[in-house]
């Protein structure tokens, strides 16, 4: 009994000491989105922006996780005709989202430069679209680097990827054939800064 109860205390000691070395740092992030959609002709990329916050959990110098809530405006600039179909003008087509996402990221030498990856879930706030109406939500996949200065802000290139077509095609045809090809994905290149506030 008196060694069941102190394998028991020695194991509790060790679980406090791990907690007390995780570090939890609310912050904020921002940043330049350029959006497209995937399998659509003549299309270009759209400019636009990204705000939100973060939780920082940092486990150990090496890892952290970081759950985010974001504003993210996305699409593309798609071609329009006009008159007799012969002129054209680009507009902006908006998908816009609140992403509930989280990221892994590993720092290198337990320094300020990291890698990161995870997944997200977008839900779909506001669209411009006209004669079609795209999908409540999405799912995406997003990795990219980044570097963290000592005093808390953070410098990041992420790739976002959607997972789910902007209007439900699934990529098979009633043969069970796959034409991936006509699927049309959000994709997203994200730059941007974050700043952590740093909690005692």
Do not use: C
């Amino acid at each position: 009994m008196k060694k069941i109860t102190l394998i028991a205390f020695v194991l509790f000691i060790g679980l406090v000491k791990s907690q007390a070395q995780v570090k939890v740092s609310p912050g904020l992030r921002g940043g330049l989105n350029l959006s497209t959609l995937t399998n659509i002709d003549y299309n270009r990329s759209k400019t636009d922006f990204y705000i939100g916050g973060l939780v920082d959990i940092k486990f150990n110098r090496y890892f952290s996780l970081q759950p985010e809530i974001t504003y993210s405006r996305q699409g593309d600039e798609g071609r329009e005709y006009f008159g007799n179909g012969n002129s054209y003008r680009y507009v902006n087509y908006e998908l816009n989202y609140l992403t509930l996402g989280a990221v892994a990221k590993y720092h290198f030498g337990g320094k300020g430069f990291h890698v990161l990856a995870g997944p997200s879930l977008d839900i779909k706030v506001g669209d411009n679209y006209i004669n079609s109406s795209p999908e409540g939500f999405d799912l995406a996949i997003v990795g990219g680097v980044g570097y963290t200065l000592p005093n808390g802000l953070t410098f990041e290139a992420r790739i976002k990827q959607g997972m789910i077509d902007i209007y439900g095609y699934d990529g098979i045809d009633n043969n069970n054939d796959y034409y991936y090809d006509d699927v049309i994905l959000n994709q997203v290149f994200q730059i941007g800064i974050s700043y952590t506030f740093k909690v005692k």
